[in-house]
């Protein structure tokens, strides 16, 4: 072979590369995902603050959270249709900009209704760019190695703006005021807005898909259904009517969708792909990836700031190492992939996150100090972005072309409801047993008391979901 061969060959054998215009459309995406991640953890360092100063019960604290939770979870997939019929960038932008003018309406916000509606519009602005940001991003570039780059790169940005905002808000709340937890909001989302015209094509879906209606209702009602069904039990018992009539018309709505979606021609989430064993044990481990991990940033939070007193300021000084720590796992896990494999790396993040909820069990409950809690919650970070990678890759990997958009759908319904449902569930499971303590003693124990149950709970799922994914991926593998 001549060297003008062996050069071509070389050349042939090498990764593609990003075009100057690809990676401009990749930073303008990735700084949207980073935001709209951020923004849900962005307030809950400072909810006690924002309780105090708006005159909110303490009963309905986590409204601040559930709010947003509500909308987000239940019109994703919605305004995802929405998206491909009537233009991604069009509905991407105006998800932007809805941000933008939500977050100025809860900086200036004088009462808790007026703070809950611009949390409900944040919601609604998430589910209207999270799933357009995906379809830009998929059609940016070719199917291969660049589009999963994206892609694990995207999922890394998800991971990593939820921690980095739990950081951010404590500083800005500390340093300045709760109120710019919303203003950060709207620099970053006019440069998204301004500069998408220019790096961003118009795009919708060739075959111009009906609106799977039934699909759309009985997924948003029942996410809606279930969530505020959970949200509500606290406060009103698990006994309660209306406690398990939401959860229960959510389960039936739920299990409905699943079924329109097997029959419809035009599916809103090609569950039917969930055959696939990589598709449906990656979908499992990305869900209780990210519903465990954002809930113990939660709990964690509310342990620190009133069980040990912590200021809203010195609650993001101490998750700021997370922050450095989930940069890490996101930039390992392809070396780690590469090696040992998507099951393997998978498993292990699942692994490393329970280090965090199980660590902080254990030492808060003989009066274990702070460094050994934030220790284990690293360790915990680490794990828990290199498992999000880890299952991007599985939850995408080895299918035909053609199924490769209906698996990064679903890989993305799993990321946003998973988002918007860990929070409320855990919290549920902590406050109920704080109104139980409570009465008989001290708040602050009945804090720890309640933390360290969730986090129990949080455990006991996340070693589950691993075991599950370990056994039942592992034996499809071998077989196949």
């Not at 708006?54 to 309905?60: E, H, P, Q, T």
């Not at 611009?118 to 070719?142: C, D, H, N, Y």
């Not at 406690?243 to 809103?268: D, H, K, N, S």
């Not at 700031?305 to 010195?314: D, I, N, P, R």
């Amino acid at each position: 072979m001549s060297v003008l061969d062996a050069e071509n060959a070389a050349d042939s054998a090498a990764p593609p590369r990003m075009t100057s215009h690809q990676r401009a459309v990749l930073v303008l995406l990735l700084s949207s995902t980073f935001l709209l991640a951020a923004d849900l953890p962005l307030l809950n360092v400072a909810i006690p603050v924002i309780g105090s100063g708006l005159g909110f019960a303490v009963g309905d604290l986590h409204w601040i959270t559930t709010a947003f939770a509500l909308t987000s979870a239940g019109f994703t997939l919605l305004f995802g249709r929405v998206a491909d019929l009537y233009g991604r960038r069009l509905v991407f932008v105006g998800g932007i900009g809805l941000l933008v003018a939500s977050s100025v309406l809860g900086a200036i916000a004088q009462s808790p209704s007026v703070l809950i509606a611009a949390r409900v519009a944040q919601g609604i602005a998430t589910a209207m760019a999270t799933p357009a940001a995906l379809a830009l991003l998929t059609t940016s570039f070719p199917e291969g190695p660049l589009r999963a780059r994206a892609l694990g790169v995207n999922g890394t940005m998800i991971s990593l703006g939820f921690t980095v905002g739990a950081v951010a808000g404590g500083l800005l709340t500390g340093l300045l005021s709760w109120r710019w937890s919303f203003l950060i909001n709207v620099p970053i989302g006019l440069a998204i807005i301004a500069f998408s015209p220019v790096f961003l094509k118009e795009s919708r879906s060739a075959d111009r898909p009906r609106m799977d209606v039934p699909g759309a209702i009985t997924v948003s009602a029942g996410l809606v259904a279930l969530v505020y069904g959970v949200s509500r039990s606290p406060d009103l018992g698990w006994d309660s009517p209306l406690v398990l009539g939401c959860v229960l018309a959510g389960a039936v709505l739920l299990a409905a969708f699943y079924r329109i979606e097997l029959r419809t021609e035009t599916p809103l989430a090609s569950v039917g792909i969930l055959r696939r064993p990589s598709v449906r044990w990656g979908n499992l481990g990305g869900f209780a990836l990210i519903t465990m991990q954002t809930a113990v940033i939660f709990l964690v939070t509310l342990y620190l700031q009133e069980v040990h007193g912590y200021s809203a300021l010195a609650t993001g000084v101490a998750f700021s190492v997370l922050g450095v720590s989930a940069f890490l796992g996101g930039a390992f896990a392809p070396r780690v992939i590469g090696r040992y494999g998507n099951l393997r790396t998978l498993v292990a993040g699942l692994v490393l996150q329970l280090v965090g909820p199980l660590g902080v069990f254990l030492f808060t409950g003989g009066g274990g100090g702070i460094a050994l809690v934030l220790a284990a919650l690293t360790v915990g970070a680490f794990g828990h972005v290199m498992g999000v990678v880890a299952y991007m890759v599985t939850a995408t990997d080895g299918l035909p072309d053609d199924e490769q958009g209906l698996a990064t759908g679903l890989a993305t319904m799993t990321q946003q409801v998973a988002l918007a449902v860990g929070t409320p569930v855990l919290s549920a499971v902590a406050s109920s047993r704080i109104h139980a303590v409570a009465a008989d003693g001290e708040y602050a124990d009945a804090v720890l008391s309640g933390v360290r149950l969730a986090l129990g709970v949080d455990t006991l799922i996340t070693v589950a979901a691993a075991a599950l994914v370990w056994i039942c991926l592992g034996r499809a593998l071998r077989r196949a």
